[in-house]
């Protein structure tokens, strides 16, 4: 990251300029993000910062070209070149990850969920028979059609992990599609240790049996055991599906490996392109050669056509992702978050499952009297981006939440270090303890407003800017 290629910093400049004098209000502000990225401690887990190479390989005419189908078997003509594209995303897919098989087109991670569930019901339930439901559209279904879609699928079921446990949406949640196309049942953590109880996963399968057991998580911070999550599927006969989105880049870094890499566990593992994997937003699915033919219908069954642009910048991600730099950053991303929890602790914040092994952080702000809601709007104020997060057993729901989720992903591609880390945990505790719970206009507790202490926002932004400029960001490219 940090050497930029100066022709393409001067292209960018040059790109800007031309599209400023079609329409300035999109030039300046993508001028304005960049400025505002450059100014900020971005501490959300699920972002990061793409090199220039796959930011470029992101605008260019690829994006013109309709190719729905599979490499070989378009629906269009003259798809020669998205073939190209998309077979060396998936090569490079394949071979990073070790996989039989990669779907390098899902546009997000939803849509990689939905292509994997879509398949594994194909592959394993006979007849779906959709049409059942009737010809209304999905935002008309009534519970009724919903019931009559899950007996058309055969009463299927789905257990994966719980919202408030640090599990996705897509995971089952009753307000996802997934926890309407499944019935579904969810596993949560240890009440005292915060971490997965294998065993008592184990049990719940038994008696739930479900035909998909989803591993992987957007706010737990720890490692998972994903051999004995696959003996658990095994056990019950279930498919271990992993969305591997938010550790993706510590797998393609090796920083998780054995147990803790999901795919030689998994069936079907799924991912985004952009977060620890530092790519262009996307998704993907990887999966054992039994599934292929099933994901392969992933376009058009469930998504509309690929976008052949952000294959070709998958693909220059992956190529990136296959360096010994990449794996030194990844594991400096997990150092950091070590240095990072360390930092909050020695300082007597109440952190979920009292560490972190993996790139994340989870701080419970109860103990500072604060909701999520407040504590994230505080630390916006003084330049600290992070976003507010459920813990476990949430008593403030899940809208004002009661954590505040803080990743190392994108600070470390900038080249933060463990001690930079240190003085950010000391920045947050700063800007925390001076934060203070303001009431309604009843006069009742609120969850929403909250007082920060006059001057606490200047010298956190003063400190953060310090560090900032030790490690710019795109250095070189001025717009
Ligand atoms: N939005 C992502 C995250 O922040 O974790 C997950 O979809």
Redesign the pocket.
Known sequence: MSNVNAELASAYKTILDVVGRTEPRIADATRQELTDQRGSLKL???ENYASLPVLATMGTWLSDKYAEGTVGHRFYAGCQNVDTVESVAAEHARELFGAEYAYVQPHS?IDANLVAYWAILANRVESPALEQVGAKTVNDLTEEDWEALRRAFGEQRIMGMSLDAGG?LTHGFRHNISGKMFHQRSYGTDPETGLIDYDALAASAKEFKPLILVAGY?AYPRRVNFARMREIADSVGAVLMVDM??FAGLVAGKVFTGDENPVPHAHVVTTTTHKSLRGPRGGMVLATKEFAADIDRGCPMVLGGPLAHMMAAKAVALAEARTTEFQTYAQNVADNAKALADGFLKRGTRLVTGGTDNHLVLLDVTSYGLTGRQAESALIDAGVIS?RNSIPQDPNGAWYTSGVRLGTPALTSRGFGADDFDRVAELIVDVLSNTTPAATSTGAPGKAKYVLADGVADRTKAAAAELLDAHPLYPGLEL
């Open positions: 959300i887990a699920s991670g996705h957007s989105a938010h976003n």
